[in-house]
């Protein structure tokens, strides 16, 4: 579906006689273009107003004088009875002011005759039940890929008009480059590529790592949604062989986005990843992120839920908002149902089940490429409308390792610690650990080289045999669980293994 196009939805707002226009974007540069534009195809004059210079009308080197007071502003606006686009930015909190309501209300109902407005943008916007009648909102779009484009193809041609500049990118590092700008505004894009042609004169590869950490400082900045570097890669995983056949066949819209779409495919939603504690689902958050070569950002419920009203479910769109907002990326939500849990207490359940319904609307008509990735454990106690399809791409079901498993984790974890694993007796460890999951055979391995350690020995698989007979692993002690998961499973989920 081709994007709208702003400037054409404003047109036709203010030829509908909307006096009132709300238009949200977090780019003022962008809005005050946008109106400029306008404001010439539409043959009307064009005024600005800020704290600092009150309300300026284009071209002039200087405002109207007294006109810095918002109040004073729309006073002269109604005054002056002049059909034109008038720009107010960082109104917000002085919208609930009932004389300022009135004196927007005034100076906005005689351009309802004519082909002016009254444009307002900025933070937390909430017009006055007065204005709502002859007001229209309009959010404006982020950029797309072709704006990031012409913005790079723009600064390389400026940047080698002062100094070479040396290039030297394939056509999928461009993509990947111009792919990571998304969810920047072109400002932010613009200073971060400079910064990065500018540093060392030259514009490679490597410079991605710098868009990847420029999207992470936004996200610290927001402080909801926490930002996770992606150490593990698949060879980390033992098994799951289903699972990473699927990610794989969905990484290479990734590489190839414009092909993707031609042949009539969007970005994938995502996965919910049911199964036994302990069996590398969260894991898989990380390792895709790697894998795919995009930022991974973990949502953890506890930070949403706040004891003032309303704020735990700003908390939320404000977490969807950042995360679409960098897109593309990974969003990781650990232990699902401790958030959407179906059997939540009665003090918090109409707080509960608003956030539920938000992120179920989130989840069918979110606009950004975020991949969902979401754990659960226990799914007896997750509302059933996060299993119906199209919330999610697939679910799938992650069992306890086999015995192939057990070796590979072996090998894995003991090499991640300078171990040889040829010098163990894995099939014995593998017997050992019948019904252990990943995480239990990793901490035994760990518990083992402290004993070790302390013994100033070597570890042996003697030592890893007397740290296994003494995990009770949660085979043992959730076995009814885990029989009962995977019945549930059967038919309802797909093999991750």
């Known amino acids: 579906m081709p994007a709208r196009d702003p400037l054409k939805d404003l047109r036709l707002l203010i030829q509908s006689r909307y006096c009132v226009i709300v ?4 780019e003022g540069d962008r809005v005050q273009a946008l109106l400029r534009r306008l404001s010439r195809e539409l043959r009307l004059p064009y005024f600005a ?47 609930g002011d009932r004389l300022l309501a009135t004196r927007l209300k005034d100076a906005a109902e005689p351009l309802s005759g004519s082909h002016g407005a009254l444009v307002l943008s900025g933070e937390e916007l909430a017009l006055p039940e007065s204005i709502r009648p002859m007001a229209a909102t309009l959010r404006l779009p982020s950029p797309e890929l ?57 514009l490679d590869s490597t410079d991605i790592a710098g868009v990847v950490q420029a999207k992470k400082e936004l996200v610290e900045r927001e402080g909801v949604l926490e930002y996770f570097p992606t150490e593990e890669a698949m060879r980390d995983i033992a098994d799951l062989a289903g699972l990473k056949a699927w990610l794989a066949e969905r990484r290479a819209i990734l590489t190839d986005p414009s092909r993707a779409a031609r042949f009539g495919l969007a970005f994938p939603k995502g996965v919910l990843l049911l199964g ?17 070569g995009l930022p991974l950002l973990k949502l953890d419920p506890a930070s949403l839920y ?19 907002r960098l897109a593309p990326v990974i969003l990781w939500i650990d232990e699902l149902e401790k958030a959407f849990s179906s059997s939540g207490q009665a003090e918090d359940a109409g707080l509960s089940t ?46 306890l390792p086999d015995d192939q498993a057990r070796a590979a984790l072996f090998a894995i974890h003991l090499g991640k610690r300078g171990k040889d694993p040829s010098r163990f007796d894995v099939p014995r460890l593998v017997e050992a650990t019948e019904g ?50 995977r019945e549930w499973a059967k038919d309802r989920t797909r093999s991750a293994h």
């Not at 036994?276 to 795919?292: D, F, I, Y």
């Not at 735990?312 to 679409?324: G, H, V």
């Not at 692993?473 to 669980?481: I, S, V």
Request: some cysteine.
């Open 49 to 95: 107003w800020s704290r600092t210079k009150g309300l300026r009308r284009e071209g002039e080197p200087t405002g109207i004088y007294g006109t810095q007071d918002a109040a004073q502003a729309l006073a002269h606006v109604e005054a002056s009875r002049l059909p034109a686009l008038y720009y107010f930015d960082g109104l917000g909190e002085d919208l």
């Open 276 to 292: 036994v504690p302990g069996c590398g689902k969260s894991l898989c958050a990380k390792a895709v992120a790697r894998e795919w």
């Open 146 to 202: 072709s704006d990031y484009r012409d913005l790079l193809h723009r600064l390389l041609k400026d940047l080698s008009a002062r100094a070479p500049i040396q290039v030297d990118m394939s056509t999928e590092d461009f993509a990947r480059l111009l792919g990571n700008l998304k969810g920047l505004t072109l400002l932010e894009a613009e200073r971060i590529l400079t910064k990065a042609v500018v540093e060392d004169g030259r």
């Open 354 to 399: 608003r956030i539920f319904g938000t992120f179920l609307s989130w989840l069918q008509d979110r606009k950004g490429d975020v991949f969902v990735v979401a754990t659960a454990n226990d799914v007896s106690i997750l509302p059933p409308e996060f299993l119906r399809k199209g919330r999610f791409d697939e679910i799938f079901f992650v069992d």
């Open 306 to 324: 706040d004891k003032y009203v309303g704020e735990s479910e700003k908390n939320f769109k404000k977490a969807m908002a950042t995360a679409e």
């Open 436 to 485: 252990f999951g990943g995480s239990e055979v990793e901490q035994a391995i760990v518990a083992g080289l402290y004993s070790a350690f302390s013994g100033h020995r070597e570890l042996t698989t003697e030592i890893l045999l007397d740290e296994i007979s003494r995990t009770r692993p949660l085979a043992l002690t959730m076995e009814e669980k885990i029989r009962a998961l």
């Open 23 to 26: 238009l949200e974007s977090p």
